[in-house]
Protein backbone atom coordinates (compact mmCIF):
# COMPACT_ATOMS: atom_id res chain seq x y z
CA UNK A 1 0.00 0.00 0.00
CA UNK A 2 1.37 3.63 -0.69
CA UNK A 3 1.79 5.47 2.33
CA UNK A 4 -1.02 8.27 1.79
CA UNK A 5 -3.66 5.26 1.83
CA UNK A 6 -3.18 4.38 5.80
CA UNK A 7 -4.40 7.65 7.39
CA UNK A 8 -7.54 7.47 6.44
CA UNK A 9 -7.29 10.64 4.38
CA UNK A 10 -6.48 8.68 1.15
CA UNK A 11 -7.65 10.14 -2.14
CA UNK A 12 -8.36 7.72 -5.28
CA UNK A 13 -11.41 5.64 -6.56
CA UNK A 14 -11.72 3.28 -3.63
CA UNK A 15 -12.45 5.87 -0.97
CA UNK A 16 -14.48 7.25 -3.60
CA UNK A 17 -16.45 3.98 -4.06
CA UNK A 18 -17.30 4.16 -0.25
CA UNK A 19 -18.19 7.76 0.22
CA UNK A 20 -20.87 7.38 -2.81
CA UNK A 21 -22.50 4.46 -0.78
CA UNK A 22 -22.36 6.71 2.46
CA UNK A 23 -23.84 9.38 0.56
CA UNK A 24 -27.37 8.80 1.94
CA UNK A 25 -28.64 12.90 3.10
CA UNK A 26 -31.72 11.62 5.29
CA UNK A 27 -29.47 9.16 7.16
CA UNK A 28 -27.69 11.04 10.38
CA UNK A 29 -24.30 10.26 12.00
CA UNK A 30 -24.42 7.19 13.80
CA UNK A 31 -25.94 5.01 11.42
CA UNK A 32 -24.02 5.44 8.56
CA UNK A 33 -21.13 4.37 10.31
CA UNK A 34 -22.83 1.32 11.52
CA UNK A 35 -23.99 0.95 8.27
CA UNK A 36 -20.91 0.42 6.77
CA UNK A 37 -18.76 -0.84 9.48
CA UNK A 38 -21.34 -3.87 9.76
CA UNK A 39 -21.61 -4.68 6.59
CA UNK A 40 -17.74 -4.97 6.16
CA UNK A 41 -17.92 -6.96 9.70
CA UNK A 42 -19.92 -9.15 6.86
CA UNK A 43 -16.84 -9.92 4.88
CA UNK A 44 -13.91 -9.33 7.24
CA UNK A 45 -13.20 -10.10 11.29
CA UNK A 46 -11.91 -7.41 13.22
CA UNK A 47 -8.49 -7.65 12.23
CA UNK A 48 -9.43 -7.34 8.72
CA UNK A 49 -8.91 -10.77 7.21
CA UNK A 50 -11.65 -11.90 5.15
CA UNK A 51 -13.82 -14.05 5.78
CA UNK A 52 -15.09 -16.11 2.91
CA UNK A 53 -13.13 -17.16 -0.59
CA UNK A 54 -14.78 -13.90 -2.17
CA UNK A 55 -14.08 -11.43 -0.11
CA UNK A 56 -10.20 -12.55 -0.37
CA UNK A 57 -10.50 -10.60 -3.34
CA UNK A 58 -10.31 -7.09 -1.60
CA UNK A 59 -7.99 -6.20 1.21
CA UNK A 60 -8.31 -4.22 4.16
CA UNK A 61 -5.98 -1.68 4.86
CA UNK A 62 -6.66 0.36 7.39
CA UNK A 63 -4.25 -0.49 9.89
CA UNK A 64 -6.94 -0.10 12.71
CA UNK A 65 -8.84 -3.00 13.89
CA UNK A 66 -12.59 -3.14 12.21
CA UNK A 67 -14.28 -1.22 15.19
CA UNK A 68 -17.03 1.55 15.58
CA UNK A 69 -14.78 4.09 14.92
CA UNK A 70 -12.56 2.69 11.89
CA UNK A 71 -13.65 3.61 8.23
CA UNK A 72 -12.52 0.96 6.29
CA UNK A 73 -10.15 0.84 3.50
CA UNK A 74 -10.72 -1.42 0.76
CA UNK A 75 -8.14 -2.37 -2.48
CA UNK A 76 -9.58 -3.55 -5.26
CA UNK A 77 -7.62 -5.47 -7.79
CA UNK A 78 -7.19 -3.13 -10.56
CA UNK A 79 -8.89 -4.66 -13.71
CA UNK A 80 -11.92 -4.57 -11.26
CA UNK A 81 -11.92 -0.99 -10.47
CA UNK A 82 -13.92 0.68 -13.66
CA UNK A 83 -16.51 -2.41 -13.36
CA UNK A 84 -16.97 -1.30 -9.96
CA UNK A 85 -16.65 2.39 -9.75
CA UNK A 86 -19.36 1.85 -12.76
CA UNK A 87 -21.52 -0.29 -10.51
CA UNK A 88 -20.84 2.18 -7.50
CA UNK A 89 -22.36 5.21 -9.62
CA UNK A 90 -25.49 3.22 -10.91
CA UNK A 91 -26.16 1.61 -7.33
CA UNK A 92 -26.05 5.56 -5.95
CA UNK A 93 -28.14 6.94 -8.41
CA UNK A 94 -31.05 4.06 -7.84
CA UNK A 95 -30.12 4.33 -3.80
CA UNK A 96 -30.18 8.11 -3.79
CA UNK A 97 -33.62 7.81 -5.94
CA UNK A 98 -35.53 5.35 -3.08
CA UNK A 99 -33.90 7.24 -0.59
CA UNK A 100 -35.68 10.37 -1.57
CA UNK A 101 -38.60 8.79 -2.18
CA UNK A 102 -38.43 7.55 1.64
CA UNK A 103 -37.45 10.72 3.05
CA UNK A 104 -40.81 12.71 1.19
CA UNK A 105 -42.82 9.97 3.03
CA UNK A 106 -41.13 10.48 6.17
CA UNK A 107 -42.61 14.53 5.98
CA UNK A 108 -45.93 13.63 5.47
CA UNK A 109 -48.29 14.32 8.69
CA UNK A 110 -49.30 11.02 10.29
CA UNK A 111 -52.24 11.04 13.03
CA UNK A 112 -56.10 11.44 12.07
CA UNK A 113 -55.41 9.12 8.50
CA UNK A 114 -53.36 6.00 10.29
CA UNK A 115 -55.16 3.17 9.68
CA UNK A 116 -56.33 1.30 12.77
CA UNK A 117 -54.35 -1.89 14.04
CA UNK A 118 -55.23 -4.64 11.92
CA UNK A 119 -57.09 -8.01 13.30
CA UNK A 120 -54.20 -9.09 15.70
CA UNK A 121 -54.41 -12.79 13.91
CA UNK A 122 -53.51 -12.23 10.38
CA UNK A 123 -50.40 -9.63 11.85
CA UNK A 124 -47.66 -12.47 11.28
CA UNK A 125 -48.79 -13.46 7.34
CA UNK A 126 -50.15 -10.49 5.95
CA UNK A 127 -48.91 -9.37 2.48
CA UNK A 128 -49.14 -6.39 0.61
CA UNK A 129 -51.77 -8.38 -1.99
CA UNK A 130 -54.70 -8.26 1.15
CA UNK A 131 -53.50 -4.65 1.95
CA UNK A 132 -54.38 -3.32 -1.43
CA UNK A 133 -58.05 -4.48 -1.03
CA UNK A 134 -58.25 -1.99 1.33
CA UNK A 135 -57.49 0.58 -1.09
CA UNK A 136 -59.64 3.92 -1.72
CA UNK A 137 -61.14 4.80 -4.61
CA UNK A 138 -57.82 6.44 -6.51
CA UNK A 139 -59.63 9.51 -8.12
CA UNK A 140 -61.12 10.67 -4.50
CA UNK A 141 -57.78 10.27 -2.96
CA UNK A 142 -56.34 12.52 -5.72
CA UNK A 143 -58.95 14.88 -4.78
CA UNK A 144 -59.45 15.81 -8.20
CA UNK A 145 -62.50 16.82 -9.91
CA UNK A 146 -63.08 14.86 -13.05
CA UNK A 147 -61.96 16.58 -16.69
CA UNK A 148 -65.51 17.71 -18.82
CA UNK A 149 -66.96 14.40 -20.40
CA UNK A 150 -66.55 15.88 -24.07
CA UNK A 151 -62.70 16.07 -23.53
CA UNK A 152 -60.81 13.21 -25.17
CA UNK A 153 -58.04 11.54 -22.35
CA UNK A 154 -54.40 10.47 -23.99
CA UNK A 155 -52.13 8.81 -21.57
CA UNK A 156 -48.60 8.81 -23.08
CA UNK A 157 -45.62 7.09 -20.82
CA UNK A 158 -42.03 8.92 -21.00
CA UNK A 159 -39.75 6.56 -23.45
CA UNK A 160 -36.56 6.84 -22.80
CA UNK A 161 -35.16 9.74 -25.17
CA UNK A 162 -38.25 11.38 -25.10
CA UNK A 163 -38.92 15.19 -24.29
CA UNK A 164 -42.25 16.93 -24.38
CA UNK A 165 -41.80 18.07 -28.29
CA UNK A 166 -41.36 14.76 -29.54
CA UNK A 167 -44.36 13.51 -27.29
CA UNK A 168 -46.92 16.27 -28.76
CA UNK A 169 -45.72 15.18 -32.02
CA UNK A 170 -46.70 11.45 -31.68
CA UNK A 171 -49.76 12.75 -30.64
CA UNK A 172 -50.33 15.34 -32.87
CA UNK A 173 -50.07 18.59 -31.02
CA UNK A 174 -48.51 22.03 -32.21
CA UNK A 175 -45.15 23.38 -31.35
CA UNK A 176 -47.04 26.41 -29.93
CA UNK A 177 -48.17 24.62 -27.65
CA UNK A 178 -44.89 22.86 -25.98
CA UNK A 179 -43.75 26.51 -25.86
CA UNK A 180 -46.67 27.93 -23.93
CA UNK A 181 -47.71 24.81 -21.74
CA UNK A 182 -43.64 24.92 -21.12
CA UNK A 183 -43.46 28.28 -20.24
CA UNK A 184 -46.54 27.96 -17.85
CA UNK A 185 -45.99 30.16 -14.32
CA UNK A 186 -44.67 28.80 -12.04
CA UNK A 187 -44.29 25.25 -12.85
CA UNK A 188 -43.63 25.47 -16.33
CA UNK A 189 -39.86 24.37 -16.10
CA UNK A 190 -40.85 21.13 -14.82
CA UNK A 191 -41.83 19.92 -18.54
CA UNK A 192 -38.27 20.52 -19.65
CA UNK A 193 -36.90 17.59 -17.43
CA UNK A 194 -39.27 14.34 -17.63
CA UNK A 195 -38.32 10.89 -16.58
CA UNK A 196 -38.66 7.86 -18.78
CA UNK A 197 -41.24 5.79 -17.18
CA UNK A 198 -43.68 8.71 -15.78
CA UNK A 199 -47.06 9.37 -17.07
CA UNK A 200 -48.90 12.23 -19.01
CA UNK A 201 -51.89 12.58 -19.62
CA UNK A 202 -53.14 14.88 -22.11
CA UNK A 203 -56.75 16.00 -22.85
CA UNK A 204 -58.55 17.50 -26.10
CA UNK A 205 -61.59 19.33 -26.59
CA UNK A 206 -63.85 18.00 -29.30
CA UNK A 207 -61.78 20.47 -31.97
CA UNK A 208 -58.41 18.92 -30.87
CA UNK A 209 -56.98 21.76 -28.87
CA UNK A 210 -54.65 21.12 -25.76
CA UNK A 211 -57.05 22.02 -22.67
CA UNK A 212 -55.16 20.12 -19.71
CA UNK A 213 -52.20 18.11 -19.03
CA UNK A 214 -51.39 16.11 -16.09
CA UNK A 215 -47.87 15.08 -15.35
CA UNK A 216 -47.88 12.24 -12.72
CA UNK A 217 -43.69 13.15 -11.40
CA UNK A 218 -44.19 10.87 -8.34
CA UNK A 219 -45.91 8.24 -6.82
CA UNK A 220 -48.22 10.93 -5.02
CA UNK A 221 -47.04 13.97 -7.26
CA UNK A 222 -49.26 15.46 -10.18
CA UNK A 223 -48.32 18.47 -11.85
CA UNK A 224 -51.44 20.17 -13.63
CA UNK A 225 -51.38 22.55 -16.30
CA UNK A 226 -54.89 24.07 -17.74
CA UNK A 227 -55.27 26.46 -20.61
CA UNK A 228 -56.24 29.96 -19.79
CA UNK A 229 -56.91 31.70 -23.66
CA UNK A 230 -53.37 31.37 -25.13
CA UNK A 231 -51.75 30.33 -21.44
CA UNK A 232 -51.66 27.59 -19.70
CA UNK A 233 -51.38 28.19 -15.44
CA UNK A 234 -50.10 25.08 -13.25
CA UNK A 235 -50.19 24.05 -9.84
CA UNK A 236 -49.05 20.62 -8.18
CA UNK A 237 -51.43 18.32 -6.13
CA UNK A 238 -50.15 16.08 -3.49
CA UNK A 239 -52.04 12.74 -3.03
CA UNK A 240 -52.30 11.58 0.72
CA UNK A 241 -51.40 8.22 1.12
CA UNK A 242 -53.40 5.49 2.54
CA UNK A 243 -51.10 4.56 5.60
CA UNK A 244 -51.00 0.59 7.30
CA UNK A 245 -48.75 -0.50 10.32
CA UNK A 246 -47.15 -3.08 9.35
CA UNK A 247 -45.17 -4.87 12.07
CA UNK A 248 -41.73 -6.93 12.12
CA UNK A 249 -40.12 -8.51 14.53
CA UNK A 250 -35.94 -10.00 14.19
CA UNK A 251 -33.75 -11.71 16.43
CA UNK A 252 -30.07 -11.22 15.95
CA UNK A 253 -27.78 -14.27 15.38
CA UNK A 254 -24.63 -11.13 15.09
CA UNK A 255 -25.65 -8.15 12.82
CA UNK A 256 -28.58 -6.20 13.28
CA UNK A 257 -28.21 -5.75 9.11
CA UNK A 258 -28.59 -9.57 8.65
CA UNK A 259 -31.63 -10.13 11.16
CA UNK A 260 -32.85 -7.38 9.53
CA UNK A 261 -32.76 -8.20 6.05
CA UNK A 262 -34.26 -11.46 7.09
CA UNK A 263 -37.08 -9.59 8.77
CA UNK A 264 -37.60 -8.19 5.34
CA UNK A 265 -36.81 -4.37 7.09
CA UNK A 266 -34.96 -2.36 3.96
CA UNK A 267 -31.78 -1.11 4.97
CA UNK A 268 -32.97 2.21 5.20
CA UNK A 269 -35.40 1.56 7.93
CA UNK A 270 -33.06 -0.78 9.53
CA UNK A 271 -30.89 2.50 9.63
CA UNK A 272 -33.58 4.74 11.23
CA UNK A 273 -33.99 1.95 13.75
CA UNK A 274 -30.54 2.03 15.01
CA UNK A 275 -30.67 6.20 14.99
CA UNK A 276 -33.42 5.76 17.49
CA UNK A 277 -32.06 3.70 19.34
CA UNK A 278 -28.37 4.66 18.71
CA UNK A 279 -27.79 6.26 22.28
CA UNK A 280 -28.57 3.26 24.48
CA UNK A 281 -27.69 0.49 21.91
CA UNK A 282 -23.32 0.45 20.84
CA UNK A 283 -24.74 -1.76 17.31
CA UNK A 284 -21.41 -2.63 16.93
CA UNK A 285 -19.96 -3.44 20.16
CA UNK A 286 -22.92 -3.97 22.21
CA UNK A 287 -24.67 -6.56 19.92
CA UNK A 288 -25.01 -9.70 21.45
CA UNK A 289 -26.74 -13.67 20.16
CA UNK A 290 -30.48 -13.23 20.91
CA UNK A 291 -31.08 -9.58 21.32
CA UNK A 292 -33.91 -8.78 18.96
CA UNK A 293 -36.51 -6.06 18.08
CA UNK A 294 -39.96 -5.08 17.15
CA UNK A 295 -40.45 -2.83 15.46
CA UNK A 296 -44.30 -0.76 14.26
CA UNK A 297 -44.15 0.79 11.15
CA UNK A 298 -46.00 2.85 8.41
CA UNK A 299 -46.33 1.34 5.01
CA UNK A 300 -47.63 3.93 2.33
CA UNK A 301 -50.31 3.24 -0.27
CA UNK A 302 -52.01 4.89 -3.63
CA UNK A 303 -53.52 3.55 -6.39
CA UNK A 304 -53.46 0.35 -4.94
CA UNK A 305 -49.65 0.86 -5.34
CA UNK A 306 -47.11 0.50 -2.55
CA UNK A 307 -45.12 4.11 -2.82
CA UNK A 308 -43.05 3.67 0.39
CA UNK A 309 -42.66 3.62 3.79
CA UNK A 310 -43.73 6.50 6.55
CA UNK A 311 -42.61 6.64 10.27
CA UNK A 312 -41.42 4.06 12.51
CA UNK A 313 -44.28 4.50 15.35
CA UNK A 314 -42.65 2.65 18.00
CA UNK A 315 -40.68 0.02 18.52
CA UNK A 316 -38.56 -1.93 21.38
CA UNK A 317 -35.27 -2.92 20.99
CA UNK A 318 -33.75 -5.69 23.10
CA UNK A 319 -30.18 -5.92 24.05
CA UNK A 320 -28.43 -8.28 26.31
CA UNK A 321 -31.56 -8.54 28.38
CA UNK A 322 -32.46 -4.95 28.55
CA UNK A 323 -35.90 -3.42 26.97
CA UNK A 324 -35.37 0.02 25.54
CA UNK A 325 -38.97 0.86 23.88
CA UNK A 326 -39.74 4.38 21.95
CA UNK A 327 -42.35 5.89 20.83
CA UNK A 328 -42.57 8.37 17.88
CA UNK A 329 -44.81 11.68 19.41
CA UNK A 330 -45.64 14.86 17.42
CA UNK A 331 -45.78 17.75 19.75
CA UNK A 332 -48.05 20.77 19.40
CA UNK A 333 -45.68 22.90 17.26
CA UNK A 334 -45.83 19.43 15.17
CA UNK A 335 -41.82 18.65 15.87
CA UNK A 336 -41.51 15.00 16.18
CA UNK A 337 -39.23 12.64 18.54
CA UNK A 338 -38.64 9.75 20.03
CA UNK A 339 -39.31 9.28 23.56
CA UNK A 340 -39.59 6.41 26.18
CA UNK A 341 -43.16 5.53 27.70
CA UNK A 342 -42.09 7.82 30.34
CA UNK A 343 -41.91 10.64 28.65
CA UNK A 344 -37.78 10.86 28.85
CA UNK A 345 -35.97 11.47 25.45
CA UNK A 346 -34.23 8.69 22.94
CA UNK A 347 -31.77 11.45 22.87
CA UNK A 348 -28.77 13.01 24.45
CA UNK A 349 -28.35 16.40 24.18
CA UNK A 350 -25.07 15.92 22.27
CA UNK A 351 -24.05 13.48 19.48
CA UNK A 352 -20.76 11.71 20.85
CA UNK A 353 -19.29 12.31 17.93
CA UNK A 354 -19.77 15.54 15.25
CA UNK A 355 -18.21 13.93 12.06
CA UNK A 356 -20.09 10.49 10.62
CA UNK A 357 -17.83 8.13 8.71
CA UNK A 358 -14.44 8.84 10.49
CA UNK A 359 -11.99 7.08 13.09
CA UNK A 360 -9.80 8.87 15.93
CA UNK A 361 -6.45 9.68 14.49
CA UNK A 362 -5.36 11.14 18.30
CA UNK A 363 -6.88 11.04 21.50
CA UNK A 364 -8.06 13.09 24.08
CA UNK A 365 -4.35 12.98 26.01
CA UNK A 366 -3.42 16.03 28.14
CA UNK A 367 0.31 14.06 27.96
CA UNK A 368 0.68 14.19 23.97
CA UNK A 369 3.92 14.89 22.46
CA UNK A 370 2.88 17.46 19.82
CA UNK A 371 3.51 15.99 15.93
CA UNK A 372 4.58 19.05 14.47
CA UNK A 373 6.57 20.79 17.40
CA UNK A 374 8.14 17.40 18.71
CA UNK A 375 7.25 18.93 22.38
CA UNK A 376 5.18 17.84 24.82
CA UNK A 377 1.68 20.05 24.37
CA UNK A 378 -1.71 18.43 26.15
CA UNK A 379 -4.24 17.38 23.39
CA UNK A 380 -7.49 18.51 24.62
CA UNK A 381 -9.79 17.23 22.20
CA UNK A 382 -10.71 14.60 19.73
CA UNK A 383 -8.81 14.25 16.01
CA UNK A 384 -11.47 12.85 13.37
CA UNK A 385 -9.82 11.53 10.55
CA UNK A 386 -12.35 11.99 7.68
CA UNK A 387 -11.65 13.06 4.35
CA UNK A 388 -11.92 16.46 3.17
CA UNK A 389 -15.36 17.54 2.87
CA UNK A 390 -17.15 15.28 5.14
CA UNK A 391 -19.70 17.39 6.94
CA UNK A 392 -19.32 18.37 10.74
CA UNK A 393 -22.15 18.30 12.47
CA UNK A 394 -23.38 20.72 15.63
CA UNK A 395 -23.32 18.20 18.52
CA UNK A 396 -25.85 20.14 20.33
CA UNK A 397 -28.30 22.81 19.74
CA UNK A 398 -27.03 26.03 20.92
CA UNK A 399 -25.42 29.31 19.08
CA UNK A 400 -22.39 30.03 17.62
CA UNK A 401 -20.64 32.59 19.06
CA UNK A 402 -17.25 32.13 16.59
CA UNK A 403 -16.80 30.87 12.76
CA UNK A 404 -13.43 33.05 12.22
CA UNK A 405 -10.12 31.84 11.06
CA UNK A 406 -6.58 31.59 13.21
CA UNK A 407 -3.42 30.70 11.72
CA UNK A 408 -3.21 27.89 14.28
CA UNK A 409 -6.95 26.94 14.24
CA UNK A 410 -7.38 27.40 10.67
CA UNK A 411 -11.12 27.91 9.81
CA UNK A 412 -12.82 26.90 13.33
CA UNK A 413 -16.14 27.50 14.75
CA UNK A 414 -17.24 27.75 18.20
CA UNK A 415 -21.07 26.89 20.04
CA UNK A 416 -22.29 27.78 23.41
CA UNK A 417 -24.74 24.92 24.58
CA UNK A 418 -27.05 26.83 27.46
CA UNK A 419 -24.73 28.15 30.33
CA UNK A 420 -22.42 25.24 30.81
CA UNK A 421 -21.47 23.44 27.51
CA UNK A 422 -19.22 25.15 24.61
CA UNK A 423 -17.80 22.90 21.67
CA UNK A 424 -15.41 23.77 19.44
CA UNK A 425 -14.27 22.32 15.64
CA UNK A 426 -11.28 22.97 14.16
CA UNK A 427 -9.31 23.33 10.75
CA UNK A 428 -12.32 23.09 8.84
CA UNK A 429 -11.81 23.38 5.15
CA UNK A 430 -15.29 25.70 4.72
CA UNK A 431 -17.88 26.74 6.65
CA UNK A 432 -22.13 25.47 6.54
CA UNK A 433 -24.17 27.14 5.10
CA UNK A 434 -25.69 30.57 7.33
CA UNK A 435 -22.41 29.63 10.08
CA UNK A 436 -21.70 32.86 11.20
CA UNK A 437 -21.08 34.42 15.09
CA UNK A 438 -24.67 34.53 16.74
CA UNK A 439 -26.30 31.82 14.41
CA UNK A 440 -28.50 29.10 16.00
CA UNK A 441 -28.04 25.67 15.60
CA UNK A 442 -29.50 22.55 15.95
CA UNK A 443 -28.39 18.95 16.76
CA UNK A 444 -26.94 17.03 13.75
CA UNK A 445 -26.96 20.62 11.40
CA UNK A 446 -24.30 20.52 9.45
CA UNK A 447 -21.61 23.57 10.69
CA UNK A 448 -19.01 23.17 8.26
CA UNK A 449 -16.43 20.34 6.47
CA UNK A 450 -13.41 18.37 7.08
CA UNK A 451 -10.22 20.06 6.19
CA UNK A 452 -6.82 20.65 6.71
CA UNK A 453 -6.63 24.58 7.78
CA UNK A 454 -4.22 26.23 10.15
CA UNK A 455 -1.61 24.05 11.48
CA UNK A 456 -2.97 20.21 10.81
CA UNK A 457 -0.65 17.66 9.15
CA UNK A 458 -3.52 16.02 7.16
CA UNK A 459 -7.63 16.12 6.78
CA UNK A 460 -9.10 15.85 10.07
CA UNK A 461 -11.88 17.15 12.90
CA UNK A 462 -10.01 18.67 16.00
CA UNK A 463 -13.12 18.84 18.28
CA UNK A 464 -13.09 20.10 21.70
CA UNK A 465 -16.07 19.61 25.25
CA UNK A 466 -16.03 22.18 27.46
CA UNK A 467 -17.94 22.06 30.48
CA UNK A 468 -17.72 25.43 32.65
CA UNK A 469 -14.61 25.87 30.46
CA UNK A 470 -12.87 23.21 31.54
CA UNK A 471 -12.01 20.88 28.49
CA UNK A 472 -13.41 17.00 29.01
CA UNK A 473 -12.71 13.74 27.01
CA UNK A 474 -15.96 13.99 24.53
CA UNK A 475 -15.48 9.93 24.31
CA UNK A 476 -15.90 9.89 28.22
CA UNK A 477 -17.78 13.14 29.74
CA UNK A 478 -20.96 11.93 30.67
CA UNK A 479 -23.53 13.75 28.26
CA UNK A 480 -27.16 15.22 29.63
CA UNK A 481 -30.08 14.01 28.47
CA UNK A 482 -31.70 15.68 25.90
CA UNK A 483 -35.19 17.50 27.11
CA UNK A 484 -38.45 15.30 28.13
CA UNK A 485 -41.54 15.70 27.05
CA UNK A 486 -42.79 19.12 27.93
CA UNK A 487 -45.01 19.08 30.82
CA UNK A 488 -47.64 20.57 28.46
CA UNK A 489 -48.31 18.20 26.27
CA UNK A 490 -48.04 14.72 28.90
CA UNK A 491 -51.95 14.73 29.03
CA UNK A 492 -51.46 14.00 25.04
CA UNK A 493 -48.35 12.08 24.63
CA UNK A 494 -49.85 9.73 27.96
CA UNK A 495 -52.61 8.39 25.71
CA UNK A 496 -50.49 8.07 22.73
CA UNK A 497 -48.05 6.36 24.76
CA UNK A 498 -50.31 3.57 26.45
CA UNK A 499 -51.91 3.06 22.54
CA UNK A 500 -48.64 2.44 20.86
CA UNK A 501 -47.07 0.33 24.08
CA UNK A 502 -50.31 -1.90 23.91
CA UNK A 503 -49.79 -2.66 20.36
CA UNK A 504 -46.68 -3.27 20.82
CA UNK A 505 -47.16 -5.78 23.78
CA UNK A 506 -50.29 -7.61 21.34
CA UNK A 507 -47.89 -7.72 18.24
CA UNK A 508 -45.29 -9.41 21.13
CA UNK A 509 -47.14 -11.46 21.98
CA UNK A 510 -49.04 -12.81 18.63
CA UNK A 511 -45.01 -13.20 18.09
CA UNK A 512 -44.42 -15.67 21.09
CA UNK A 513 -47.63 -17.43 20.07
CA UNK A 514 -46.44 -17.98 16.41
CA UNK A 515 -43.27 -19.00 18.08
CA UNK A 516 -44.41 -21.34 20.12
CA UNK A 517 -46.86 -23.36 17.68
ZN1 LIG B 1 -6.27 17.92 17.52
Redesign the pocket.
Known amino acids: MKSGRRKGVASGPQICILRDLCKQPSISYGFRRIFFVSNCLTFFDVQGEPKSEWAKQFKYVDRQPIQLDGYTILQFPRPHLVLILLLSLALTAFVFDKLTDDSEDVRFNTGATLAAIPDASPLLNRTALEIRETKTDPESARGEPPAPAQWIATKSEVRPGDNLALIFKRNGLSPTDVYAISNAQPLGKRLRNIFPGHELTLYQDDAGQLMKLDYASGPLDTLIYEREGKLFTSRQVTAEPDRIIAYKHGVIDHSLFVASQRAGLTDNLTMRLAQIFQWDVDFVLDIRPGDAFYVLFEELFHDNKFVGYGEILAAEFVNQGDHHRAILYTDDNGDKDYFAPNGTSMRKAFLRAPVEFSRI??NFNLNRVHPLFKTVRP?????YAAPRGTPILAAGDGRVTRASRTKPNGNYVVIQHGEQFVTKY??LSKFGRGIKSGAKVQQGQTIGYVGATGW?TAA?????FLVNGVNKNPRTVSLPDAQPIAGSEMQRFKPHAAEYAAKLDLYKSQVAVALAR
Do not use: F, Q, T, V
Not at 460 to 464: I, M, R, S
Open positions: SSHRGIDLHAHLHYE
